[in-house]
């Protein structure tokens, strides 16, 4: 034996232990800078005998060695990767160490510090402390620096992490070591082409498990030397670098005819791994192609083929003389069965209503709540009743049903749970579109508040607008309204040439009778002066009184309800009239439209078998507009849909604000 068979011996022992160690009782070659297991078939050997004898599958035989499927012939080499017999690293070793981030926040109009606060788990103390100048309250465009620990045992280990540039998601998956499919259920408002610079997420560190990964392998097919092949020529027919075929046939530098050679194919197989073994580039291999039907894997309806709707309200009808409230609620039931009946065969899929009655008591909603059925419902519409409420809630967001909350515009659960659907629009959003609105609509003109002094109701709508308004432009006055408004008095704050906006900030009717005699009087003679109001939503209920003055001064009212086509609402009318033998009820809004136009709009939406969300398509409705928004990543859904009323003239037009 020379030296040089020795050396080589020794070198292939050693490539032996190595590889006893990590995988096979191999010796290890490198080809193109990667490792690879090799076996020297011997005479009469098969490829089931192989793979006995070296303890790996045949099927990978067959995967790494394509030839290999027609038979192995003696002395021929069979190729392993190295990487695809490491021993599998349990997760709890591949952990990865999350240092607490620093996320910036940018307020957003209709935000509040509460608000803000409990979208981010922390209390409003600490989130001032972190930024003390918002102790005076916040603006639109301010940067709060949120607090935060890494990982929060009250959220299982939740972190927030602020989109940088030439992120994707793939990279921050490999990052924080979670998978794709975590990250979509944890923050539904981001899509496969909407993962935004700035943006923040919520992610769940240390959260991956088995994947179907498309992943690269490396795969070596024989070739039997024939005329005129060279390197180069089966470099271009198997599109291989030339260095890979030589490194794979090392010693043969000319090619002989009749030679068997090796030669190193790309190739992919779908294995199913640990989604922290995947690199970002395969994480993108694979999901970039059908990132899109992940999305709707992750948000799709509980059943493929129904519709399944729990309606779960105070319907009280263990008593034998119901209050008006119920009454309404019987109402909005019947106009959402009359949308199921109008819609349902156009839906494509079976809907399933189940009605619940709560009796008005916490108690029984609980139990309703607990039913095994309820888990398997898609949408849930729950009482406007706080507590009630809440719990419909809390149990949304446990077990992936979608609530919808068309009754209370104060409960803001829909801030940092994502199975909130806010159709009545909470009034920061409502305002903050109106201010929008007036900004744009009254930039130059000086604003007159006609304040109610006696008056005790809620006045979060124009005590929102009153400060924005005060704190934006600089003509703006207040003008105490006790006794009734005299046209002298009003016209002594109007100056010659200037235009004004009456704002008064109570919706009775009674504060109404003391102010627009002489707010129209104002309009009629002060011809130097350009004139109009601002109207509040309780309005729209003297229309039949006031209309002609609402008119006459030129007047713009807002809510979240209204009825712009009268013939269309008649026919719906009409129709519950046929199916139920009586009237809806005449009330603002009107409960029966309320519950046709939330019936016609999950009917349409739900219908094409994905879950709601911000690219859902917007319902021109009878009453009720519906064109939902995610109020953050991970937050719920809120309808933004303002309608805005203009009565001038002799005319009055609807649009609606956003």
């Known amino acids: ?153 009250g959220d299982a280990g939740i972190v927030y992490h602020t989109i940088q540039p030439g992120e994707s998601m793939y990279s921050v998956s490999k990052q924080f070591n979670t998978t794709i499919e975590t990250l979509l259920e944890l923050n539904p408002g981001i899509y496969p082409n909407n993962f935004i610079v700035g943006d923040v997420i919520k992610i769940k560190p240390n959260s991956s498990h088995k994947i179907e990964l498309k992943k690269n392998i490396k795969q070596f097919y024989t070739h039997t030397v024939k005329d005129g092949d060279t390197y180069r020529s089966l470099s271009t027919a198997y599109k291989v670098p030339v260095d890979e075929l030589m490194a794979a046939n090392p010693g043969q530098k000319r090619l002989k005819k009749g030679k068997v050679i090796y030669i190193p194919c790309k190739g992919t197989e779908i294995a199913r791994v640990n989604s922290s073994k995947a690199t970002v580039q395969e994480l993108e291999q694979t999901y970039a192609s059908k990132m899109g039907q992940v999305y709707k894997n992750v948000h799709k309806l509980k059943s493929d083929g129904d519709i399944n709707i729990a309606i779960v309200l105070p319907f009280q009808l263990q008593k034998s003389e119901r209050p008006r409230q119920a009454d309404l609620y019987v109402d909005f039931y019947k106009g959402f069965l009359l949308a199921v009946d109008s819609l349902g065969n156009r839906v494509g899929k079976k809907v399933n209503v189940d009605v619940l009655d709560t009796q008005h008591n916490l108690n029984v909603t609980d139990s309703l709540l607990a039913l095994d059925k309820m888990k398997n419902m898609d949408i849930l519409i729950a009482p406007g009743e706080p507590k009630q409420l809440q719990r419909c809630n809390e149990f949304g967001k446990k077990h992936g049903v979608t609530i919808v909350n068309c009754f209370s515009p104060k409960n803001d659960d829909y801030t940092d749970n994502p199975r909130v659907l806010q159709v009545n629009s909470p009034t920061t959003y409502m305002t903050a579109a109106v201010n929008d609105w007036i900004d744009a609509k009254f930039k130059d003109y000086n604003v007159i508040f006609l304040d109610d002094p006696t008056n005790t109701e809620d006045k979060d709508i124009y005590t929102n607008i009153k400060e924005h308004i005060t704190d934006s432009r600089k003509h703006c006055q207040v003008v105490s309204v006790v006794n009734m408004l005299d046209y002298a008095t009003l016209s002594n704050y109007l100056d010659p040439g200037s235009s004004y906006l009456f704002i008064p900030t109570s919706g009775s009717k009674s504060f109404l009778a003391k102010i627009a005699p002489a707010v129209k009087q104002v309009k009629l003679k002060r011809f130097d002066c350009e004139v109009s109001m601002l109207g509040f939503p309780q309005y729209f209920n003297y229309l039949k009184e006031y209309k002609s003055t609402f008119q006459t001064i030129d007047t713009y009212l807002f809510s979240r309800f209204f009825i712009a086509n009268e013939n269309r609402a008649r026919r719906i009318e009409n129709q519950f009239i046929r199916k139920f033998g009586t009237k809806m009820i005449s009330t603002t809004p009107c409960m029966g439209l309320m519950g046709f136009d939330l019936g016609a709009y999950l009917l349409t939406s739900l219908g094409k078998g994905d879950e709601l969300n911000s690219n859902t398509p917007a319902y021109d409705g009878i009453q009720m507009d519906i064109d939902l928004k995610r109020v953050s990543n991970w937050g719920g859904l809120v309808n933004r849909c303002v309608e805005l009323v203009h009565l001038y003239g002799t005319s009055m037009t609807e649009s609606i604000i956003k």
């Open 1 to 153: 034996m020379n030296i040089r068979h020795f050396f080589l011996l020794v070198m292939l022992c050693l490539a032996a232990v190595v590889s006893t160690a990590a995988g096979l009782k191999l010796p290890v070659k490198k080809i193109a800078g990667e490792s690879y297991y090799y076996y020297k078939v011997g005479g009469n050997e098969t490829v089931d005998g192989i793979a006995k004898k070296i303890g790996v599958s045949a099927q990978d035989i067959i995967k790494f060695n394509p030839s290999a499927a027609q038979g192995v012939t003696k002395k021929q080499l069979l190729f392993f990767p190295v990487e695809a017999y490491k021993a599998d690293v349990s997760i709890a070793s591949q952990n990865v160490a999350v240092a607490p981030e620093v996320v910036k926040h940018i307020v957003k109009k209709s935000e509040t510090l509460y608000g803000i606060a409990k979208l981010y788990d922390v209390s409003v103390d600490d989130l001032v402390a972190a930024n003390p100048s918002s102790n005076s309250g916040v603006g639109e465009g301010d940067v709060l620096i949120i607090p935060q620990a890494g990982t929060r045992a």
